[in-house]
């Protein structure tokens, strides 16, 4: 039933946009009998061109992960909290591109600034497409503006990494050695009243395994403080490290999946993929070369431009 209704979606897709094309066509036969206006003839141009675009758009998302949820986690760069603030400005600008498109998100790990922002948060996006759709936004983000925390009102430039890995469900069969398992438990800090500083509900995951493109041994280590349960945090830590090694999988089927980890350079200049300029109001990414000049909306969560010319340059590279 669930392929059908895939299938049934791309049918309805195509429909429509052969509807808006034969309804261009015969808007351009108007035209020359000047039974329309040329507004209209333009009208039904961009309307064929928008619903064109959209399925072009959706066709580059055929991997089977990029159906999936995702799990985004943001990192502060060095910087101190210049870096921690820009750090929660992208989580906000992430869950704001969330609420608009209608996913569910969930924070599962949060750790505060020392001063202002947050030193790192991951967050669980639930909804078709999602990782998709986010996968794009895998790497380092550069922002550069007149710090708020310097006394000299300097202009400061700042990093953020971004990791976006496809959030699994119970139809993924992931093995994972409990040999190689350890737990630790801590004082969840932040909101949720008297039991968090008396009862150790924060997790910490330690997985070590084989990674086989690089014959090394590496550690997976997965913090979650979500629940007030500790037995919730549990479950919701094995799920993240299901998504992690997903993606390990993926990466040893696919070429292309390398891509996403060539993503995850170190937190520095010069490997940043997209560079927020406050001061000359302009945002791009150089990946693509696209860019805007209205900042604001981006920070809003506007991304939705970036996504599209991110999946319509390498979406359809397989």
Same mark, same amino acid.
């Given at each position: 039933m669930?392929k059908? @209704?895939?299938?049934k979606k791309?049918v309805e897709?195509?429909?429509?946009v /052969?509807?808006?094309c034969?309804? $261009?066509q015969l808007?351009m036969?108007?035209?020359?009998?000047?039974?329309v206006?040329e507004?209209?003839?333009?009208?039904a141009y961009?309307?064929a +061109?928008?619903l064109?675009?959209?399925?072009e758009m959706? !066709? +580059?998302?055929?991997?089977?992960?990029? =159906?999936m949820?995702?799990v985004l986690?943001?990192?502060?760069g %060095?910087?101190g909290t210049?870096?921690?603030d820009? %750090?929660i +400005?992208?989580f906000?600008m *992430?869950?704001?591109w969330c609420?608009?498109?209608? &996913?569910k998100?969930?924070?599962?790990n949060w750790?505060d600034?020392?001063?202002?922002?947050?030193?790192?948060?991951? +967050?669980?996006v639930e909804g078709?497409?999602a *990782?998709? &759709?986010?996968?794009?936004?895998?790497g380092?983000?550069? $922002?550069?503006?007149?710090?708020?925390?310097?006394?000299?009102?300097?202009r400061?430039?700042s990093f953020?990494?971004?990791?976006v890995?496809p959030? #699994?469900?119970d139809?993924?069969?992931?093995?994972?050695?409990?040999a190689?398992l350890?737990w630790?438990?801590f004082?969840?800090?932040g %909101?949720g009243?008297?039991?968090? !500083? =008396?009862?150790?509900?924060? #997790?910490?995951?330690?997985y /070590?395994y084989?990674n086989?493109?690089?014959?090394q041994?590496e550690?997976?280590?997965?913090e979650?403080?979500?629940?007030?349960?500790?037995?919730?945090?549990?479950?919701?830590?094995m799920?993240l490290?299901k998504?992690q090694? *997903?993606?390990?999988e993926l990466?040893?089927?696919?070429v292309?999946?390398a /891509?996403v980890?060539a993503?995850? @350079?170190?937190?520095?200049w010069?490997?940043?993929?997209r560079s *927020?300029?406050?001061d000359?109001?302009r945002?791009?990414d150089h990946?693509?070369?696209f860019?805007?000049s !209205?900042v604001?909306?981006?920070?809003?969560?506007?991304?939705?431009?970036?996504?599209?010319? &991110?999946?319509m340059?390498?979406?359809?590279?397989?």
């Amino acid at each position: 039933m669930k392929k059908v @209704k895939d299938l049934k979606k791309w049918v309805e897709s195509y429909n429509e946009v /052969k509807g808006a094309c034969d309804e $261009l066509q015969l808007a351009m036969d108007f035209f020359k009998e000047e039974a329309v206006s040329e507004d209209e003839v333009t009208h039904a141009y961009d309307h064929a +061109m928008d619903l064109t675009e959209n399925l072009e758009m959706r !066709n +580059m998302l055929r991997n089977d992960e990029d =159906k999936m949820g995702a799990v985004l986690k943001i990192v502060a760069g %060095a910087g101190g909290t210049e870096a921690q603030d820009w %750090a929660i +400005m992208l989580f906000r600008m *992430y869950q704001r591109w969330c609420e608009t498109h209608g &996913y569910k998100t969930e924070i599962t790990n949060w750790q505060d600034g020392d001063e202002a922002g947050i030193k790192t948060a991951t +967050m669980q996006v639930e909804g078709e497409m999602a *990782y998709g &759709y986010l996968k794009s936004e895998n790497g380092v983000h550069r $922002l550069v503006r007149v710090s708020p925390f310097n006394a000299q009102g300097k202009r400061m430039t700042s990093f953020t990494s971004v990791f976006v890995v496809p959030l #699994v469900d119970d139809s993924i069969e992931i093995e994972i050695n409990p040999a190689n398992l350890t737990w630790d438990t801590f004082r969840s800090s932040g %909101a949720g009243g008297q039991n968090v !500083n =008396k009862v150790e509900t924060g #997790v910490r995951l330690h997985y /070590k395994y084989k990674n086989d493109l690089t014959g090394q041994i590496e550690e997976i280590v997965i913090e979650n403080t979500e629940s007030r349960s500790q037995f919730g945090n549990k479950d919701n830590a094995m799920r993240l490290l299901k998504s992690q090694l *997903y993606e390990y999988e993926l990466e040893k089927r696919r070429v292309e999946s390398a /891509k996403v980890e060539a993503g995850k @350079k170190k937190i520095e200049w010069g490997s940043q993929i997209r560079s *927020y300029v406050f001061d000359d109001r302009r945002v791009k990414d150089h990946r693509t070369d696209f860019q805007t000049s !209205n900042v604001q909306a981006v920070m809003d969560g506007d991304l939705d431009g970036f996504i599209k010319a &991110y999946l319509m340059e390498f979406g359809g590279s397989k």
